[in-house]
Antibody
Framework: QVQLQESGSSLVTPSRTLSVSCTVS??????????WTWIRQRPGEGLEWLAY???????YYNPSLGRRAAMTVDSSKNQFTLNLNSVTAADTAVYFC?????????????????WGQGIRVTVSS | DIQMTQSPSSLSASVGDRITITCQAS??????LNWYQQKPGKAPKIVIS???TLHGGVPSRFSGRGSGTDFTLTISSLQPEDIATYYC?????????FGAGTNVEI
């Protein structure tokens, strides 16, 4: 059974870089066909897809993030990470790491399952 | 971006009621439509994928229909454990987008 667990700083200073990591257990992150994904939920709001990386190689980002986001994979730790720079209060949210299923339309995860429990990140001075 | 419009934004029903949530896409998404259930303080959980495929462990009282731009999620007999917010999500085009959610109460 695949499980995902987020980690990272819960408090980030405005204009700095937010970094959240996800450790995957029960499966190798190098197994092909999955989109390793970040989705966030601002307080009291809905869900926003941020980014994913496919087959640990090709990363896709939500254009709403501009050029602020970068995803990396550490295969030795079976972990993937999202770095989001120049953060503002609008980046305050719960960040979920999720596995996206492949074999849908090219470049699009077919659905998201399972989800990590989420990590609450606050951007504040 | 494809906009996903859910209605109603909230609903209150009784145990045993049949309820339907609708989701409308701003353009044709074929059957690339998923539904998630989120309980307070928890992560979302997939309920239905590809418009109508029920995921493992999801009770058969849940069903999904639709195609193109108009989709529905129906719970045939509402149970107390179904109290949650439900989100639709399109997987047709990036950026993948979600509806604003429907809060189901008893």
């Amino acid at each position: 059974q695949v499980q995902l667990q987020e980690s990272g700083s819960s408090l980030v200073t405005p204009s700095r870089t937010l970094s959240v990591s996800c450790t995957v257990s029960g499966d190798s992150i190098n197994n092909g066909g999955f989109y390793w994904t970040w989705i966030r939920q601002r307080p009291g709001e809905g869900l926003e897809w941020l980014a994913y990386i496919y087959n640990s190689e090709k990363a896709y980002y939500n254009p709403s993030l501009g050029r602020r986001a970068a995803m990396t994979v550490d295969s030795s730790k079976n972990q993937f990470t999202l770095n989001l720079n120049s953060v503002t209060a609008a980046d305050t949210a719960v960040y979920f790491c999720v596995r996206g299923m492949g074999s849908g339309r090219p470049g699009s995860a077919r659905w998201f399952d399972p989800w990590g429990q989420g990590i609450r990140v606050t951007v504040s001075s | 971006d494809i906009q996903m419009t859910q209605s109603p934004s909230s609903l209150s029903a009784s145990v045993g009621d049949r309820i339907t949530i609708t989701c409308q896409a701003s353009q044709d998404i074929g059957n690339f439509l998923n539904w998630y259930q989120q309980k307070p303080g928890k992560a979302p959980k997939i309920v239905i994928s590809d418009t109508s495929t029920l995921h493992g462990g999801v009770p058969s009282r849940f069903s999904g229909r639709g195609s193109g731009t108009d989709f529905t999620l129906t719970i045939s007999s509402l149970q107390p454990e179904d109290i949650a917010t439900y989100y639709c999500q399109q997987s047709h085009n990036r950026p993948l987008t979600f509806g604003a959610g429907t809060n189901v109460e008893i």
